[in-house]
C-alpha cells in the first residue's frame, strides 16, 4: 500500500509542531531540530515540515511506496506518458536512506516517488536527482537541502 508525501516549509518549527500535532491530534513519528514528519494512517500520509525551504509552504508531494517494483512501475507509466523523470537513485534526504526519483507535474509542482531503507543522523545533502527532474523549479534551492 502507498501513501501520499507532502512536504511543506515553515518559518516556525515549534509552531509548526504544535499545529499539526493538534490538527492529527498525534505526535510527530520524527523531530530533528529543523525537521518533523507525521507517518499517519489516517488519514495516511507521511507529512513533512521543515525550515529547510526555499520559500514557506508547499516544497514537494510524493508518494511512498513499499517496495522498489512499485516505485519503478510509477517511473516507467510517467515514461510512457512522456513525462520526463530522474534516474532512481539512492541517496539521503529528510532523514532517512530511500531509493527514488523525482517529476515535475506541468504545472511545475515537483514529486518525489520513493522506498524508505532506514533512518539517517544527516537531514541530506544528495540533490541531484531533484535538480535533473525539477530543472528551474529547483535550480535556486539550498545546496545543503535534499528535498
Not at 514528519?37 to 525551504?53: E, H, M, Y
Request: include cysteine; charge should be negative; proline fraction near 4%.
Amino acid at each position: 500500500m502507498k501513501r501520499l508525501h507532502l512536504h511543506l516549509s515553515v518559518p516556525d518549527l515549534e509552531q509548526g509542531i504544535k499545529f499539526y500535532s493538534t490538527l492529527f491530534a498525534s505526535k510527530p513519528s520524527k523531530v530533528k531540530s529543523d525537521y518533523a514528519k507525521w507517518q499517519l494512517d489516517d488519514p495516511r500520509v507521511n507529512f513533512a515540515i521543515s525550515t529547510r525551504g526555499d520559500a514557506i509552504g508547499l516544497d514537494h508531494l510524493g508518494i511512498q511506496a513499499e517496495a522498489d517494483a512499485d516505485v519503478i512501475e510509477t517511473q516507467q507509466r510517467l515514461k510512457a506518458a512522456s513525462f520526463p523523470t530522474s534516474d532512481i537513485d539512492s541517496g539521503v534526504c529528510c532523514y532517512a536512506e530511500s531509493n527514488r526519483f523525482w517529476a515535475v507535474d506541468p504545472a511545475g509542482i515537483p514529486w518525489e516517488n520513493f522506498v524508505t531503507m532506514k533512518d539517517a543522523e544527516v537531514y541530506g545533502v544528495d540533490k541531484q536527482s531533484r535538480d535533473s527532474a525539477c530543472g528551474d523549479t529547483a535550480a535556486t534551492a539550498d545546496s545543503a537541502s535534499c528535498c
